[in-house]
């Protein structure tokens, strides 16, 4: 018997893509934009994210989502949505979730459940449905201080 004595190395990989077919479409789809923001390491700054949730006929349902990260954060409040409502925006305050300088990926994360009437379903059906939204990115930069030498003279 021939035992290997190298160190396992694991690998974190940023995305994980799942397909679905046809007939099983998650009754709701989760939509960030931009994909991309850059935020100055100060206190007061904050990054938005627009969100848009395009959601299947026959889902009808409150939806909460929960901002999830790589990142080690506090907790951020979830946003519950309306079945009338389909965007709304998502602020995140770097200072606030102690968030460092660096690149920092965000998902939106929603449970999804409650009757839910497929396409071409004869009746409704209660559903649970883990949706996640694609990786959007906080790069919070250094802190930057303005001293008296470089500061714009008043007159």
């Not at 907790?75 to 305050?93: G, K, M, N, Q």
């Not at 102690?98 to 409704?124: I, K, M």
């Not at 959007?136 to 008043?154: F, G, I, N």
Request: charged residues 20%; glycine residues 4%.
């Amino acid at each position: 018997v021939l035992f290997r004595s190298e160190a396992a190395q694991s690998r974190l990989s940023p995305h994980l893509y799942l397909a679905v077919s046809d007939e099983e479409l998650a009754p709701v789809e989760a939509r960030l934009s931009p994909l991309e923001a850059e935020v100055e390491g100060t206190p007061d700054s904050v990054a938005t994210f627009s969100v848009q949730l395009v959601r299947r006929e026959g889902y009808e349902q409150d939806i909460s989502l929960t901002l999830r990260s790589a990142s080690p954060i506090k907790d951020h409040p979830p946003i519950v949505l309306a079945p009338d409502v389909s965007e709304t925006r998502f602020t995140i305050h770097p200072a606030e979730l102690g968030l460092r300088p660096g690149r920092h990926a965000f998902q939106l994360h929603a449970v999804v459940s409650g009757p839910y009437q497929r396409p071409g379903a004869e009746a409704a059906n209660d559903t649970k449905y883990a949706v996640f939204s694609e990786t959007a990115y906080v790069h919070v930069l250094e802190a930057t201080a303005v001293s008296a030498e470089t500061a714009p003279a008043s007159e």
